[in-house]
């Protein structure tokens, strides 16, 4: 007779489902260049909340923040509203035939510099007193438009 092979199971292992709902499927990406030492610093504060880069830049990313910005925020704010601010001004000059001086300029400049962090704060105040939908178009002009001239405040 001859040798009597011993058999041999075979054993497939069926990895076990971690959640019975799949996620979202995602499709679209967000990406960004950064740095070899950015990166590093991201990955460590991945590891740190036990997350995977891609989990935890997901993460920060859809969180909603408290304030929304901080002062960083009113910082940026406050030199969009001034510049808007000179913009106006300086258009509404132009269309009127008044010629633009280094004079008027730096008073133009002057006064949105001038009021800018408190055009910023009042914005911010009302928007989180509200949570209003953002501003239309022509809710922006009429803003801008009211009164004697375009002055803003």
């Given at each position: 007779?001859?040798?009597?092979?011993?058999?041999?199971?075979?054993?497939?292992?069926?990895?076990?489902?971690?959640?019975?709902?799949?996620?979202?499927?995602?499709?679209?990406?967000v990406s960004t260049k950064v740095s070899e030492e950015e990166f590093a610093?991201?990955?460590?504060?991945?590891?740190?909340?036990?997350?995977?880069?891609?989990?935890?830049?997901?993460?920060?990313?859809?969180?909603p923040r408290e304030g929304s910005g901080g002062a960083a925020g009113e910082?940026?704010?406050?030199?969009?509203?001034?510049?808007?601010?000179?913009?106006?001004?300086?258009?509404?000059?132009?269309?009127?035939?008044?010629?633009?001086?280094?004079?008027?300029?730096?008073?133009?400049?002057?006064?949105?510099?001038?009021?800018?962090?408190?055009?910023?704060?009042?914005?911010?105040?009302?928007?989180?007193?509200?949570?209003?939908?953002?501003?239309?178009?022509?809710?922006?002009?009429?803003?801008?438009?009211?009164?004697?001239?375009?002055?803003?405040?």
């Amino acid at each position: 007779m001859g040798l009597v092979r011993p058999s041999r199971k075979i054993q497939f292992k069926v990895p076990a489902r971690r959640c019975l709902l799949k996620p979202p499927l995602r499709i679209k990406s967000v990406s960004t260049k950064v740095s070899e030492e950015e990166f590093a610093a991201l990955e460590a504060r991945a590891r740190a909340r036990k997350l995977t880069l891609s989990e935890w830049v997901r993460a920060e990313l859809m969180e909603p923040r408290e304030g929304s910005g901080g002062a960083a925020g009113e910082v940026l704010l406050g030199e969009v509203l001034a510049l808007r601010s000179i913009l106006i001004n300086l258009l509404f000059s132009v269309s009127q035939g008044k010629p633009v001086t280094a004079e008027s300029m730096a008073e133009l400049i002057a006064r949105a510099d001038g009021d800018k962090s408190r055009r910023a704060m009042e914005r911010l105040t009302a928007v989180r007193a509200t949570d209003p939908a953002p501003e239309t178009a022509s809710e922006m002009a009429a803003e801008s438009t009211s009164g004697t001239g375009p002055e803003e405040e």
